[in-house]
């Protein structure tokens, strides 16, 4: 590899000196070493200065499972660490990461700071509509009274009530979704130092597609506040129609705060 075109792939940034080749390997069995500026280490392998393309989607999967992997094993072997997303590139050659991790000294331990204690949880919660339906029916005179008016009317009409009364309850659903899902994320927040609304729809075990997702975060929390969280997490759980999923701990990517790095 040339000088012109090498760089090298950054899993993350350790909180000491380490001089080490890793028996493990990283993304497409790449060599995982590290690079030591002062007490800082960048957990690197060395590639071209642009991202390799995967085949497939299956093995672009298995590249992402990889990056993750040695990220983790880090944070067994070194304690806390500032990760990096997948295909994070410096270009140069070792020399250009150690300078990289003296330019930046200050700002990544200020982030090893930030997660010393501390790490990344999913929370998602979701509802059953047909469970939250019942109820809200039970509750509603108003939409029994609706109901009532079904029986013994002309097909035609009938429809029209049958319409109007989905929508009321769909209506009432969506308002006491979104009051739950306020109230959930407020006690969310009190347990954990950082709080993310995620965006993008996440891969669920078959048992919980048929559920709608309705809060779906990401939470940076000290591990003295991690039983409190599921004690919380476990009280919501336990309201019919409501079902939670708390996975973790994990190396917190979405917390890391290094823009223009």
């Given at each position: 590899?040339?000088?012109n075109?090498?760089?090298?792939?950054?899993?993350?940034?350790?909180?000491?000196?380490?001089?080490?080749?890793f028996?493990?390997?990283?993304?497409?069995?790449?060599?995982?070493?590290?690079?030591?500026?002062?007490?800082?280490?960048?957990?690197?392998?060395?590639?071209?200065?642009?991202?390799?393309?995967?085949?497939?989607?299956?093995?672009?999967?298995?590249?992402?499972?990889?990056?993750?992997?040695?990220?983790?094993?880090?944070?067994?072997?070194f304690?806390?660490?500032?990760?990096?997303?997948?295909?994070?590139?410096?270009?140069?050659?070792?020399?250009?990461?150690?300078?990289?991790?003296?330019?930046?000294?200050?700002?990544?331990?200020?982030?090893?700071?930030?997660?010393?204690?501390?790490?990344?949880?999913?929370?998602?919660?979701?509802?059953?509509?047909?469970?939250?339906?019942?109820?809200?029916?039970?509750?509603?005179p108003?939409?029994?009274?609706?109901?009532?008016?079904l029986?013994?009317?002309?097909?035609?009409?009938?429809?029209?009530?049958?319409?109007?009364?989905?929508?009321?309850?769909?209506?009432?659903?969506?308002?006491?979704?979104?009051?739950?899902?306020?109230?959930?994320?407020?006690?969310?927040r009190?347990?954990?130092?950082?709080?993310?609304?995620?965006?993008?729809?996440?891969?669920?075990?078959?048992?919980?597609?048929?559920?709608?997702?309705?809060?779906?975060?990401?939470?940076?929390?000290?591990?003295?506040?991690?039983?409190?969280?599921?004690?919380?997490?476990?009280?919501?759980?336990?309201?019919?129609?409501?079902?939670?999923?708390?996975?973790?701990?994990?190396?917190?990517?979405?917390?890391?705060?290094?823009?223009?790095?």
């Amino acid at each position: 590899m040339s000088k012109n075109n090498e760089g090298r792939y950054l899993y993350s940034v350790l909180n000491r000196g380490i001089d080490a080749e890793f028996a493990e390997t990283g993304v497409n069995s790449a060599r995982v070493y590290t690079v030591i500026y002062r007490d800082l280490t960048a957990v690197v392998h060395a590639c071209s200065d642009s991202p390799g393309l995967a085949a497939g989607e299956g093995e672009a999967m298995e590249w992402i499972l990889e990056h993750i992997r040695v990220v983790d094993l880090m944070t067994e072997k070194f304690g806390t660490v500032v990760p990096f997303t997948f295909g994070t590139i410096i270009k140069g050659d070792d020399e250009v990461v150690s300078e990289w991790l003296r330019e930046n000294y200050a700002a990544l331990k200020a982030e090893i700071s930030r997660f010393e204690g501390r790490a990344e949880y999913s929370i998602q919660i979701f509802y059953e509509q047909e469970l939250l339906s019942g109820e809200i029916f039970k509750m509603n005179p108003g939409l029994q009274e609706l109901k009532g008016k079904l029986t013994g009317i002309p097909r035609g009409i009938a429809y029209l009530f049958e319409r109007q009364l989905e929508h009321k309850i769909a209506e009432e659903i969506e308002a006491l979704i979104s009051g739950l899902a306020a109230g959930y994320e407020a006690r969310i927040r009190d347990c954990s130092d950082s709080v993310l609304s995620e965006e993008k729809k996440p891969g669920v075990p078959e048992e919980y597609e048929q559920k709608k997702l309705f809060v779906f975060l990401a939470c940076l929390v000290q591990d003295g506040k991690v039983p409190e969280l599921g004690e919380l997490l476990d009280r919501i759980n336990e309201r019919e129609g409501i079902c939670v999923r708390f996975i973790g701990p994990f190396a917190p990517f979405s917390f890391v705060r290094l823009k223009g790095i």
